[in-house]
């Protein structure tokens, strides 16, 4: 029985930088990184032990599906990672949470602005 | 050199890792080292290292997955493995070398190690089973044994709770100080029929060494047939050596064949000092010679002493002074070559040092305090050379230091009075006996 998306929940940054990489289509693991670098305008950059560690976790978990192979024409050692539906679903709810994050954070920040004479 | 680096780091990850990534993260570090650089990535993949060893080990597929497979005979055993490749040819090499350092360090560890710390349980005492099915024990450092009948009919070893009853008291007897446990405190004693047989006596004193030499005692089988006859001269000599007064159950004077036999059980058990070696002090030597600090002194005096006694001399083989560990061991056999007729047991003619070498022993251990073989006008001034006085100055012949030599051929001309070339215990007894009754 699949645990509900929300469980997943909070995701840590980079399972939230990769799924979302993931979320435009199929990736490698290099892909990924340079996605990821790209969303973040290159503040955030993953390492491959990073990234790997947690495409094994995500994988494990139902997340993300890996062994994918790229065309014939390129390189063999290039395997493609894929989000799976639930990956999907967590993302989304992961990104309904940061957007209530966000409202709050709004709502916070304009009541202990200070008020002008 | 950082390429390599990094498929060294890939290496250190865990099998089920490496085998599922490693390829993807070289080809990674090959397209990205030179954009964001190496160091940035050989960091990250330290630290992976040490995330999969030590927090990833739930992604660890189940052993032997393949062997559960279908290659499972019935009735055969079947061993796992953490790696299921087999190893390299080459791995072959170093795992041979790693394994002989390991076999030597623990060999040596065995060897040298002297006595393990009492933390790892080592037994408190010794035993050894006796022809009449009693059991003789001797208690480290508590140097005394004890003889009881194990329970049970003889040739069979006894059930193990009452057997480990019957040790657990015997223990308890030889190690009076140690507290009881409450079974130990059940023991049937009834059944034990436990009887000391003899107490090994502590070194004795200087001043009973001095009072009391042996070669003063009643010649062997002159003995009075008076209810406190006097000690034969060998039972006087084998109370002054505490191994011969350990082995000497029955206090005759005589080492029979059976206490020969104890001396690997017993002579551990007069090792005071738990450093796994009887001294000559242990032995029952006392004195100045082995109370100074100059160690040099004390070597010196503990090799004439080991090799002034034949049995210690038999026992101490390699002349260091020590009766070691090894030693000991071997103990029973180097005594029984001091058999010279051969008819299984040692008596005072094979035991007792030469009566003249003894002499020389007495007068130069308490004058020549650096026991160097010479003794200077100064050590002949000394209070302690005083009852010797007249011989050390006749042996020095007007001169100022005096060889052991010299000694030994003053004392051989003044006690030899019959001239046959050997001096007798009778003899030397007529030359110390008046010297000896100053100095009490």
Partial sequence: ?117 | MVRFLYAWLIRLHPRWFRARYGEEMRWIFKEEAQRSGAARLLADAAVSVARQWAFRSDFQPEPGAAVAAGRTVDGIPVFYTAEPEVPRPSAMLPGAIVSAAVFALLSFAVAHGGRPPRALGRLEYYSTPMPDNSVLFGGAGRAYAVAGRAPGAAGERPEGGLWAKFEATVAALVMPGKPKAASETAAPAATLETEPLRGVRSAPSRAEIASTPYFLAAPAGRATAAQEAPPTRAATYIDLLAPLSALDSDSDGVLSAVEIAQAGVVLPALDANHDGRLSAEECGAEGDAFATKNVAAVGRARRAYMALHPALAALDANHDGFVSAREMRASAAALSALDGNHDGKLTEDELLPAPLEYGVWLVQSRVDRNFDGRISKRERGRAEAAPWRDLLDASAGGGSTLTVRELRNELRRRADTNHSGVVTWEELRRVFAPRLAATR
């Avoid at chain 1, 840590?12 to 996605?35: K, V």
């Avoid at chain 1, 978990?61 to 989000?83: C, H, I, S, T």
């Fill in chain 1, 1 to 117: 029985m699949k645990k509900p998306p929300e469980e997943f929940l909070p995701l840590a940054p980079a399972a939230l930088h990769i799924l979302l990489a993931l979320a435009g289509g199929d990736l490698h693991g290099y892909g990924i990184m340079q996605q990821v670098a790209a969303h973040s305008e290159g503040k955030y950059r993953l390492g491959p032990g990073t990234l790997y560690d947690n495409l094994q976790r995500m994988t494990a978990q139902g997340l993300v599906r890996d062994g994918l192979r790229g065309a014939e024409d390129e390189d063999p050692r290039r395997r493609y990672y894929r989000l799976n539906a639930l990956g999907r679903a967590v993302l989304a709810a992961e990104v309904a949470r940061l957007e209530r994050v966000l409202r709050e954070a709004r709502v916070h920040l304009q009541a202990a602005a200070p008020r002008r004479a």
